[in-house]
């Protein structure tokens, strides 16, 4: 026998019109996949991640000028009722 | 009418944000090439195009304030930086936050982030000379909001053939109609706060000046 | 023509005041030997590879520092005997004011850079094109100062003319000068690198020159005098703070 048999699992079964290929997942494939689904898992995570940060960033910036906005309204308000007790007092 | 239009932008951003974010996370594919990060785009880019809006907004309320010696001109103006800092700024974060996800860089030195940092710069150093500068320095703000607006363009043709000097990146290429769809939304909600602030702003700086100037009758009558 | 020769006329007295004492020459002079030596002291031991794009980087640096110093004495000495004002109430043309002192600024940095450039090239193996190429080296030079220079001349007169404070032209003229400032380290680096491009660089130099130039010339006269003073409530927050107090 001087013909060189290819290994088992890489053998390809001699074609045949009536049956396709057998698709089924070997133990070492469903491993291999898990590990894949693990490592995408953990991508999705820290994009995530990532978003959330970003996401926060944003509305923290807006919030934050948002109070500013609102302490400036308030400092206004104030100067205003002062001007009015000023303008009231002379009317006395 | 222009008193509540303010509100009713906000009013109206609302279920527009809530729809977008709902886009954004649950209708939306993921990107192929660079994956999940990609959603930051869809308000990473909305922040950048209004912090240019700002950007143009006060250099024409610049012009408008040195041409007119209009107060309320100087009051957009004034406001639409504080505006465009704000946007600015998220731009400038959010950025490095999506290009340290996807390229694994926080920054590239990109034609558009070194341009987006400078005109940052620009309107940073615009609100410095407003509220610290010497008395006559109004006038001397709106030139520099001028010349701010007026080299933007500049700034990105001088960053590109800076570039030229140093290996380049490539950007985001052209997106499927789905993620437009997603984008849009996103950017009129984002829009309608940013200019709701806008008017607040503005409408708070004019009263400021009108105030001030009736303490000053005021004095002046005494 | 009036505007050329009334521009001559201030450019010619302001040269023989700086004939008297050369203060803004010395200073700024100094200044870049001071820098020059710094940047030595710095960056001696760099290779050659790393020095090509250090050099630029130290000559637009040098010229931005130097360039700051040299408008904020040019306008103080105006400030200190407020002569600015009476000299735009003069029947002046307000162009001629800011060709003048451009033109002076300019002629200043143009000298501090006969000792920096050749400084640079002495020192740096990277610098060693700047002698091959003097012709174009010089123009290089006269096209990123004169943009600098440009933009300088009106917000250092601006602040010059407020009273006070002139630490602020530190912080808005470094961000509006970045895209000449830019251009010019990227043209010098291509001068460096003798790239075949490097007129195209140089003019669109002189286009961006001219643009800063005209933007600036146009604002002068707005920015300094403004259109008539009126009363701004917000310069006088104080004198309000004060008559706050109850009246005795």
Same mark, same amino acid.
């Given at each position: ?92 | ?58 250099? =024409? ?52 982030? =070194? ?108 | ?139 290089? =030079? ?107």
């Amino acid at each position: 026998m001087d013909e060189v048999t290819p290994p088992a699992s890489t053998a390809t079964p001699p074609p045949d019109p009536a049956y396709g290929p057998a698709v089924g997942r070997s133990l070492a494939d469903k491993e291999k996949l898990r590990e894949l689904e693990g490592v995408a898992a953990d991508k999705t995570a820290r994009d995530y991640q990532h978003i959330v940060l970003a996401y926060g960033v944003l509305w923290a910036l807006f919030a934050g000028y948002g109070i500013f906005l609102w302490r400036r309204s308030a400092r206004l308000r104030a100067d205003m009722n002062d001007l009015q007790r000023r303008l009231d007092q002379r009317a006395r | 009418m222009r008193k509540i239009l303010p509100d009713l932008c906000l009013l109206a951003a609302m279920p527009l944000l809530v729809y977008s974010v709902h886009r954004v996370f649950l209708e939306t594919p993921i990107e192929r090439q660079m994956g999940t990060a990609f959603k930051i785009f869809f308000f990473h880019v909305p922040m950048g195009w209004l912090c240019m809006l700002m950007a143009v907004i006060c250099g =024409v309320a610049a012009g408008v304030q040195l041409r007119r010696r209009s107060a309320v001109a100087g009051a957009v103006a004034l406001a639409a930086a504080e505006l465009g800092f704000v946007t600015g700024l998220g731009v400038l974060l959010t950025g490095p936050i999506w290009g340290s996800a996807t390229w694994g860089t926080p920054w590239t030195g990109d034609a558009r982030q =070194v341009t987006t940092a400078l005109l940052w710069l620009v309107i940073a150093a615009y609100l410095l000379l407003r509220h610290y500068g010497p008395r006559s320095s109004d006038r001397l703000a709106a030139a520099l909001a001028i010349f701010g607006a007026v080299n933007v363009p500049i700034i990105y043709y001088a960053v590109k053939l800076w570039k030229t000097m140093h290996p380049s990146t490539g950007v985001v290429a052209s997106l499927p109609p789905e993620m437009w769809a997603t984008f849009w939304p996103g950017l009129i909600a984002l829009a309608l706060c940013t200019l709701a602030l806008f008017g607040l702003r503005t409408r708070q700086l004019v009263l400021a000046d009108e105030l001030d100037a009736a303490w000053v009758r005021l004095d002046d009558n005494l | 023509m009036r505007v050329v020769r009334q521009a001559v006329l201030l450019l010619r007295s302001e040269l023989r005041q700086e004939l008297r004492d050369f203060e803004l020459l010395l200073s700024a002079g100094f200044f870049t030997l001071v820098l020059l030596a710094m940047f030595y002291l710095s960056f001696a031991s760099l290779p050659v590879k790393h020095s090509l794009p250090a050099v630029p980087a130290m000559l637009w640096l040098t010229i931005a520092f130097v360039g700051v110093l040299t408008l904020t004495r040019a306008f103080d000495r105006e400030r200190e005997a407020d002569t600015l004002r009476a000299l735009l109430a003069a029947p002046v043309e307000r162009l001629a004011i800011y060709l003048a002192k451009a033109a002076l600024c300019l002629l200043v940095l143009m000298l501090c850079c006969l000792v920096l450039v050749p400084g640079l090239w002495l020192m740096f193996p990277g610098g060693a094109a700047f002698a091959e190429q003097p012709g174009q080296t010089a123009l290089l =030079v006269l096209l990123g100062c004169g943009g600098y220079v440009a933009v300088g001349t009106l917000f250092a007169a601006g602040l010059a003319t407020g009273g006070g404070k002139n630490t602020l032209l530190f912080i808005i003229l470094y961000p509006l000068t970045t895209p000449i400032l830019l251009y010019a380290l990227a043209t010098t680096r291509a001068l460096l690198d003798r790239h075949p491009d490097l007129p195209g660089f140089l003019g669109q130099m002189a286009a961006l020159d001219l643009i800063l130039f005209a933007l600036a010339a146009l604002l002068f006269e707005t920015v300094l005098v403004g259109a008539g003073v009126a009363h701004r409530p917000r310069d006088r927050p104080r004198d309000r703070n004060l008559s706050r107090k109850p009246a005795p």
